[in-house]
């Protein structure tokens, strides 16, 4: 891209407000093409004439922005004119926020100290074949816009009856061009709108109302009103025990919006910002917050453009609201980077969280373009000696690495590969993987094992001992068990693009022999799992049969935090105890996937807990409800609930292995998924006290069905299993 264009500042300092820039531009010529390239340091919002110019909301996302800066492209010839006016307005957004709010970083306040900017170049093509450009540049004005304030985690202020004072030239600075990239992932864009479905006042007095459904996004408020008169607007996830407006899990995020209208009916919503919220608290209103009605309320879902792929649906009710809230707990966390939540003062792109839910996200979404973007600001940021921030973008630079975190490194990758195929995404990775393998050799003060370090351990696991968020996993045995997990898929992605992986085999096999001398007995479930799920128990099954174990011995309640509840029921299922993970599945109370859903949950809580059986609140400080990692057990249920799996050696599905595995306790299951060889569905049901299984396959593959495997090719079918059910 040949750049013509400068980057733009306000001349003057205009405190919170957010700068449109703009310019006037006339056409006498027949024009065949015109295309805007653009970009800024902030987000930005441009219109052409008075019409929004593309669907891409809170552009140009959100990347490693010292080495990686997307800029886009617009197709902008049906809106010109021959009298143009193009206006550009720029937010803070990630790039000039204060995050995370819970200690602004030192890296964010580098960003902070650096201009918010705008750089666009329009190239015209006529139809005689001439080109011209409008470029920024000195010629430009910038004002200050009706957007008063604008933030990620405070929210928004917009003023409809702001005059603005005249126009200044804007000044040209020099900003970066070297680091500037084509749009690489997918866009943000609103997806759904949601009707607020009822407005109540709560014991408080507080008039709210309600969506139904969690969601990332905003509200747009369509209200008739006067010159001056105030929508004042709060979010929240839940209400408390008393069915009050909470807010206290938000911490430092103010999540407020306020618009402040002009004479007649008007509709407005936040531009430059978003909010994680089911609730809104409308603190004012025209006429009074009661005066607001459901219809002026339409709640606005956002997140990164992405193909639906999977679905999953089954005879239980509770269970479908569980793959539902998975769903959403995907939508609302892939707003162009995975974030832990969309809610709170974080909203970052946790590693460890990414890494868990991963293969879930693969199945319910196409996420190939998405990770492709997410994992090169990964392999942006990694250190030189291949360390992995705890967040991507890396704001918190916050050493040493931990393990199961930076781990996302080398499993993110190749759980994209497996899911579409494509080999390209493990070439553009491949360095990051092996480097991350390198930074623990070189970091860890026992040869072969990971010891030493300071890691999460095993987040949130319920064997936690008091006032830790650790589970009591011991913290060496998590990293040499993830240390021996990423050797072996670089070794496996190493073999895929024809690399010679021999030292790296070396390793893993030391790394195997050194655990098994260090860890011959396993004291937790998810030490358990790690054993048996990575292959270094020297027998898997005795490791599986003592989880299986644990898990009885404590009433079939799981103990497993963010690193053992992905692999938990993977490994009771590959080991024979089916049986038993159905029953961690189907279980309602607490500690359980399905609690939350009796607890009313529209998405996956961060807490098996989140809110406890008394209406309590697990905690004030550390308590989303809608964090998508225990989202991950979806996996399970597309690849051996209903046993979808590519065949081995086939990535991609180009070939598929289907072995469905049915429990008494549903009547029927159907998973399917689209990908790209085409659709593949597998259902179980009931019949006559019999399975019937009912399978598609757009490609060759081998069905399981009572243990016995059949070779089929393309095409649907029917078996009855000729076990007879209880
Ligand atoms: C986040 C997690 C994250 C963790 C690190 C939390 O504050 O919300 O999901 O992985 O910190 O342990």
């Known amino acids: 891209m040949d750049w013509k264009a400068k980057w733009l500042k306000p001349a003057n300092d205009f405190g919170n407000a957010a700068p449109v820039f703009s310019t006037d531009f006339a056409l006498s010529r027949t024009v065949k093409q015109a295309r805007l390239f653009i970009t800024a340091l902030g987000v930005y919002e441009a219109a052409l004439n008075g019409r929004r110019i593309g669907q891409f909301v809170l ?314 973007k997410w994992l090169a600001d990964l392999a942006a940021d990694q250190g030189e000696d291949g360390y992995v921030g705890h967040v991507i973008p890396d704001l918190l630079k916050k050493q040493p690495a931990s393990a199961a975190w930076g781990d996302a490194a080398a499993i993110c990758p190749w759980a994209v590969y497996l899911a579409y195929g494509n080999s390209e995404i493990l070439s553009r990775q491949f360095e990051s993987m092996r480097k991350w393998v390198d930074y623990i050799t070189a970091h860890t003060t026992t040869e072969y094992l990971w010891t030493g370090g300071v890691h999460y351990g095993d987040w949130l696991g319920l064997d936690a001992p008091s006032g830790s968020y650790k589970g009591s996993s011991r913290e060496d045995f998590i990293a040499s068990a993830f240390y021996a997990h990423s050797a072996s898929l670089v070794i496996k992605a190493g073999l895929v693009l024809g690399k010679d992986m021999a030292a790296y085999e070396a390793l893993l096999h030391n790394i195997v022999s050194a655990f098994r001398r260090a860890y011959p007995t396993y004291t937790t479930q998810t030490e358990c799992v790690l054993a048996a799920h990575f292959h270094l128990a020297e027998d898997c099954q005795a490791a599986a049969d003592q989880l299986a174990l644990m898990i009885k011995e404590c009433g079939t309640k799981l103990q497993t935090g963010f690193v053992g509840t992905p692999y938990l029921l993977h490994v009771l299922s590959d080991y024979g105890h089916t049986d038993l993970a159905y029953s961690l599945l189907l279980r309602e109370q607490y500690p359980s996937w399905l609690y939350p859903v009796t607890k009313g949950a529209t998405t996956v809580w961060e807490h098996w807990d989140g809110i406890m059986e008394n209406g309590d609140f697990w905690s004030r400080n550390m308590n989303s409800f809608n964090h998508y990692a225990y989202g991950a057990v979806a996996d399970w249920v597309y690849c051996c609930a209903a046993g979808i799996t590519p065949a081995e050696g086939y990535p991609g599905y180009s070939k598929v292995r289907i072995a469905p595995a049915p429990d008494a306790r549903l009547d029927w299951l159907e998973a399917s998924l689209d990908t790209r060889h085409g659709r593949i569905i597998s259902r179980w049901k009931k019949q006559d006290s019999l399975w019937r299984y009912e399978i598609t396959t757009p490609v060759d593959a081998e069905v399981v069905i009572d243990g016995k495997t059949f070779l089929v090719s393309a095409g649907s079918y029917i078996y009855h299993s000729s076990i007879q059910l209880a």
């Not at 956002?302 to 999977?310: C, D, E, N, V």
């Open 59 to 372: 552009a140009p996302g959100w990347t490693t922005y010292y080495k990686r800066l997307q800029y886009q492209e617009y197709d902008v010839t049906d809106l010109l004119r021959a009298e143009n006016h193009l206006t550009v307005t720029v937010g803070k957004g990630w790039y000039h926020s204060p995050m995370p709010g819970f200690s602004a970083s030192d890296f964010q306040k580098g960003l902070a100290a650096r201009p918010m900017g705008l750089l666009a170049q329009l190239e015209i093509t006529y139809e005689d074949g001439q080109h011209s450009f409008i470029v920024s540049d000195e010629s430009w004005s910038v004002s200050e816009s009706a957007v008063r304030f604008s933030e990620i985690y405070d929210g928004e202020i917009y003023d409809a009856s702001f005059i603005p004072p005249c126009s200044v030239a804007a000044e040209t600075f020099n900003g970066p061009y070297e680091t500037l990239i084509e749009q690489q992932g997918e866009e943000i864009r609103e997806q759904e709108r949601i009707a607020a479905v009822r407005i109540f006042t709560t014991p408080k007095g507080e008039v709210v109302a309600d969506f139904g459904q969690e969601i990332t996004g905003y509200v747009e408020i369509s209200v008739n009103a006067k010159a001056g008169e105030e929508i004042r607007l709060s979010h929240a996830e839940v209400l408390d025990k008393d069915g009050c407006f909470y807010t206290e899990n938000y911490r430092s995020a103010r999540a407020e919006y306020c618009c402040i209208c002009r004479d007649g009916q008007q509709s407005c919503q936040p531009r430059l910002t978003f909010f994680g919220f089911r609730y809104i608290r409308i603190d004012a209103f025209p006429g009074g917050p009661g005066a607001g009605k459901p219809e002026n309320f339409t709640a606005v879902v956002l997140h990164s453009q992405m193909k639906r792929t999977g679905r999953l649906s089954c005879s239980n009710p509770l269970l479908n609201r569980l793959f539902d809230n998975i769903i959403w707990g995907q939508k609302g966390n892939f707003v162009d980077v995975p974030t832990d939540c969309p809610q709170r003062d974080e909203r970052l792109g946790w590693t460890g969280d990414a890494q868990v839910f991963v293969r879930t996200a693969c199945l319910n979404y196409d996420t190939e373009k998405f990770f492709t």
